[in-house]
């Protein structure tokens, strides 16, 4: 006879607000300091790595990144390059013809509207060539420190595990405004790095580890699991 390990009734009951709060209170004691695992030394630098993370590990962009800088350091010496130059450089991550092209296109705005810098503004982040809200947030929050949520495959795929978002939110944009609605503005920018990573190192797509998860007594997924074993 197989016996099944049975839900805990308050993993099913929790309010929504009782799992941030305990989510949360656990990620500023566990990772009060957290950033983005990207390399960059400028802003410029920054969105040309979010822009080549689309669809791509951080670790592979990480692994062309530093030959692109060299020869391309600021908007300026990559808006007088062609694609195919650019593609040299990024040749080994998703999707590298149009990566290639949006960084050039976007870095030839940049000089032509910007003076080479990369805007603070939402609205003319997204007129960027290759910009999308994801990436937009992700330089809201990291670049300018503002409170924005940048959702990403982790965070949508996390926060819908850990019952935070209910089943409606089905889209990275419906999870964006729940997950701003009960996340005080202070933790927003630090929120996405916690999410993201937890989905990148524990709650993983295929196979998440919830043997060592903070959040296994309470998580509805992992209950789940645990009862089908």
Not at 120 to 138: E, W, Y
Request: hydrophobic share 40%; glycine share 4%.
């Amino acid at each position: 006879m197989v016996f099944r390990k049975k839900m805990p009734t308050f993993a099913l009951i929790m309010r929504r607000t009782e799992r941030y709060q305990l989510v949360l209170d656990h990620f500023r004691k566990d990772k009060p300091e957290v950033n983005t695992e990207l390399t960059f030394g400028s802003n410029f630098q920054l969105l040309v790595a979010v822009v080549l993370s689309a669809q791509c590990t951080d670790k592979r962009v990480n692994q062309v990144t530093p030959a692109l800088f060299h020869r391309y350091p600021d908007a300026r010496s990559m808006a007088e390059a062609e694609p195919e130059d650019v593609l040299e450089y990024v040749s080994s991550v998703s999707y590298p013809n149009s990566k290639a092209l949006h960084l050039v296109q976007l870095s030839r705005m940049l000089m032509e509207r910007y003076d080479g810098e990369v805007p603070g503004d939402m609205d003319q982040l997204l007129q960027l060539p290759g910009v999308g809200r994801k990436t937009a947030n992700v330089m809201q929050a990291v670049a300018f420190g503002r409170s924005a949520m940048a959702v990403d495959t982790h965070v949508f795929r996390v926060s819908h595990r850990l019952g935070l978002v209910p089943p409606t939110a089905n889209t990275p944009l419906k999870v964006e405004r729940e997950l701003m609605k009960h996340i005080p503005e202070d933790d927003v920018p630090r929120a996405h790095h916690w999410l993201l990573l937890h989905g990148r190192y524990v709650c993983t797509s295929r196979k998440p580890h919830c043997q060592r998860c903070p959040f296994a007594t309470f998580c509805p997924y992992g209950t789940k699991e645990a009862k089908l074993r």
